[in-house]
C-alpha cells in the first residue's frame, strides 16, 4: 500500500532486552515523526526527522532511546535495557513537507511493545 | 509549554443526534489546532485543521470545530452521528514550525442505535 508502514506490528520482549522498531513513511515524505501512545492516553512525541537528521530529539525520555534515519526515508527506533514501562504503541508519521503546516502528518498502525 | 485537556473520556450518544467534543488547549502563542479520528485498529486520522482565518473549520466525515480564543478552545462538532463514528477521538496542537503535536488525553465516543 501508499501509507505508512510499520513493522512489527506487535512485538513482546523480556526486560531488558533491546528492540528495534521499523517505520517505512510514504514515498517521497522529508519529514518522519515517532509518537508514543501509552494505555488509555494520547500520542506523546518523541522525535522528529527531516530528511536524514534529527531536528527535535526532545521527546525521547531517555538515552536507552535512539532512532535514526540513515538514508533520509527507513527510520528505525532503537530502545535498549527495555523496561516494563516502556510498553506502548509506538507510532510513526510522515508528511511530504517541512512544516505540518503545510499538510497533514499521516499515521501509521503502530507497534504494540509489550515488555514482560 | 503547550497542553491539552479533552475534559470528556468517554461519551455515549445515539445515532443520528449531535455530538460535540470538547478540546481546550494552553499555548503562549498562535496555536496550530488539529482533530484527529482513532478506530480499533486503525491508524490516526486527520479530521480537519486550523491554522488561520475563518474560525469555522470544515473537515472530513460531515465535522466542523470552532476555534475560539477567548476561550482557548477548539471543539469538534457533528449535527448528526452515524454508527461508524465510534472511534476514539484526539485534539492535538501545535507551535509554528509546527512538526512538533502535543495530545489531548482523547474521548471515547460509544454511539447506540
Known amino acids: 500500500g501508499a501509507g505508512v508502514s510499520q513493522t512489527p506490528s506487535n512485538k513482546v520482549t523480556e526486560k531488558g532486552k533491546y528492540v528495534e522498531l521499523r517505520c517505512d513513511p510514504i514515498?517521497?515524505?522529508?519529514?518522519l515523526y515517532w509518537y508514543r501512545q501509552s494505555l488509555g492516553q494520547g500520542p506523546e512525541f518523541l522525535i522528529y526527522?527531516?530528511?536524514?537528521?534529527?531536528?527535535?530529539d526532545s521527546g525521547l525520555p531517555n538515552d536507552r532511546f535512539f532512532a535514526v534515519r540513515p538514508e533520509g526515508s527507513v527510520s528505525t527506533l532503537k530502545i535498549q535495557r527495555t523496561e516494563r514501562g516502556d510498553s506502548a504503541v509506538y507510532l510513526c508519521a510522515s508528511s511530504p513537507y517541512r512544516t505540518i503546516k503545510n499538510t497533514e502528518a499521516f499515521f501509521g498502525q503502530g507497534t504494540r511493545l509489550t515488555v514482560v | 509549554a503547550q497542553s491539552v485537556t479533552q475534559p470528556d473520556i468517554h461519551i455515549t450518544v445515539s445515532e443520528g443526534a449531535s455530538l460535540e467534543l470538547r478540546c481546550n488547549y494552553s499555548y503562549g502563542a498562535t496555536p496550530y489546532l488539529f482533530w484527529y479520528v482513532q478506530s480499533p485498529g486503525q491508524g490516526l486520522q486527520l479530521l480537519l485543521k486550523?491554522?488561520?482565518?475563518?474560525?469555522l473549520v470544515q473537515g472530513i466525515k460531515g465535522f466542523e470545530a470552532e476555534f475560539k480564543r477567548s476561550q482557548s478552545s477548539f471543539n469538534l462538532r457533528k449535527p448528526s452521528v452515524h454508527w461508524s463514528d465510534a472511534a476514539e477521538y484526539f485534539c492535538?496542537?501545535?507551535?509554528?514550525?509546527?512538526?512538533?503535536?502535543?495530545f489531548g488525553g482523547g474521548t471515547r465516543v460509544l454511539v447506540k442505535p
Open positions: 514515498s517521497g515524505h522529508t519529514a
Open positions: 526527522f527531516q530528511g536524514t537528521g534529527a531536528a527535535d
Open positions: 492535538a496542537v501545535g507551535g509554528a514550525a509546527g512538526n512538533k503535536l502535543t
Open positions: 486550523y491554522f488561520s482565518g475563518d474560525t
